[in-house]
């Protein structure tokens, strides 16, 4: 791997929506030799196979181990593929006062400021007819066409003193232009024939989508001396790389001696609306993954032969790390933070707990996690909720309640979260992909 900051940078600019975070982590995962698995086949893994699943804006990727999930465990790190942004409406055209402007609306706790101003493109997913079945493709219109403008300070006079108001439906509309002959679909269209080298002869139809703004401005290093990190989407983007590349990582170094665990990393969509879904942590994706998995191990020369209850003897043996982005201590914000638990950028991973289960963390997978980073020489820092703030959450107290892994939550630092463009730091990115690398690496099983 090249420079572990560049390349995070460019993994997130690969990926403006969930389902390009997918495919990109689908393209490093092929190099690598990990192989699709579909949820509609019958699967059978053997030792040292490397598979991945798809299921809509999620993607779960795994490598046997030498012994059997039920003898061995899964070492598991989630994480989320989605982040706040506007997303297009059904019908989405809107003429208005001389403008074309398309129909939004927020996704997930959106810092709604923050989109204002910004040059914006659109992308995401198309659902298209191929022969006698349904096909997605992928669409990134990839320039600036839209806006959010914000309002002059004329015509807002007490704008800095009573604060910024702005209502989702009636002022967050992003124009897209002047012409009235503007129109979503032909957008869309023009996009899809691009994509087919321009040798469509007829339009695509289009029969139903899902499309999301992002900012164009390529994420950056910045700071006078380099140390910070300004990017749209590092919730949690920054969590799926450092996973992906502790994977891909684990399994070079492991050629001599092979883990007798089942490594994975499992990255979920719609972690920001609740988790509910489908492809969701909420939903069956891990649990299906791992129950096949665990169930379909072949020990070579023992063809056939189901392990019995695989599944469950798998997850008593197993760990999940939950990484998730931070809230570091904000320098004109200090008091917004508990004292003694206010992670500074620069210093390494936090380990997240709440006693109300909004994180999944307790003593004993907290204990796991600050082994680990002994392992490899990091002091972990800690976060906990002022008690009279409420607590964010994650996919980790959703994804242990679904399997019943022991779970820990833990993240990098960073500031603006949820912003349309977030900011943490450059000495963090490769601390975490060591501690990860290192629970993969590690057989450190949970106490009994
Ligand atoms: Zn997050």
Same mark, same amino acid.
């Given at each position: 791997m090249q420079d572990p900051v560049a390349d995070l940078l460019s993994f997130i600019d690969r990926s403006p929506t969930p389902y390009h975070a997918v495919a990109t982590a689908v393209a490093l995962l092929e190099d690598a030799g990990f192989m699709r698995l579909e949820e509609s086949d019958v699967w059978s893994v053997a030792p040292g196979d490397r598979r991945y699943v798809v299921r809509g804006g999620s993607l779960a990727a795994f490598e046997v181990g030498t012994a059997p *999930? @039920?003898? @061995? &465990?899964?070492? %598991? #790190? !989630? +994480?989320? /593929?989605? =982040?706040p942004n506007l997303r297009v409406k059904p019908a989405a055209d809107v003429r208005a006062h001389g403008y074309s402007q398309l129909a939004v609306e927020p996704y997930g706790g959106v810092l709604l400021h923050t989109w204002l101003d910004r040059d914006l493109s659109l992308a995401g997913r198309v659902v298209v007819r191929d022969g006698a079945g349904l096909k997605t493709e992928l669409v990134d219109l990839e320039r600036p066409v839209l806006r959010v403008p914000s309002l002059a300070i004329h015509l807002n006079r007490e704008l800095n003193q009573e604060g910024l108001k702005l209502n989702a439906q009636q002022h967050m509309a992003p124009v897209v232009g002047l012409s009235e002959k503007i129109s979503l679909a032909r957008l869309v269209g023009d996009a899809l024939s691009g994509k087919r080298a321009r040798k469509a002869t007829k339009p695509v139809e289009v029969l139903a989508y899902d499309l999301m703004t992002y900012d164009t401005q390529p994420a950056a290093r910045a700071g006078a001396e380099g140390e910070l990190v300004l990017a749209p989407r590092l919730d949690n983007l920054a969590s799926c790389h450092a996973a992906l590349r502790a994977l891909l990582a684990s399994r070079r170094s492991a050629a001599v001696g092979r883990a007798a665990s089942t490594r994975a990393i499992v990255f979920y969509d719609h972690e920001e609306v609740g988790s509910r879904s489908q492809a969701g942590a909420a939903g069956s994706f $891990? +649990?299906? #993954? $791992? /129950?096949r998995a665990a169930g379909a191990f072949a020990a070579p020369g023992a063809k056939g032969r189901t392990p019995e209850q695989a599944f469950e003897r798998a997850a008593a043996r197993s760990w999940l790390v939950s990484a998730d982005m931070a809230h570091a201590v904000h320098p004109n914000y200090a008091d917004r933070h508990e004292p003694g638990h206010r992670p500074v950028l620069g210093r390494g991973p936090v380990l997240k707990r709440n006693v109300n289960q909004s994180y999944a963390t307790d003593a004993e997978s907290a204990g796991l996690f600050a082994a680990l980073c002994g392992e490899v020489g990091i002091t972990p820092q800690h976060f906990v +909720?002022? =008690?009279? $703030? &409420?607590? !964010? =959450? /994650? %996919? !980790? *107290?959703i994804s242990a309640a679904r399997v019943g892994i022991r779970t820990v939550d833990v993240g990098n630092p960073m500031l603006s979260m949820h912003s349309c463009r977030e900011m943490a730091a450059a000495a963090d990115v490769a601390p975490m992909i060591d501690v990860l690398r290192a629970f993969f690496a590690s057989? $450190?099983?949970p106490p009994t």
């Open positions: *999930p @039920a003898e @061995a &465990g899964f070492r %598991i #790190v !989630g +994480a989320h /593929t989605d =982040s $891990l +649990a299906d #993954v $791992l /129950t +909720a002022r =008690s009279d $703030l &409420g607590c !964010g =959450s /994650t %996919i !980790g *107290p057989e $450190l099983r």
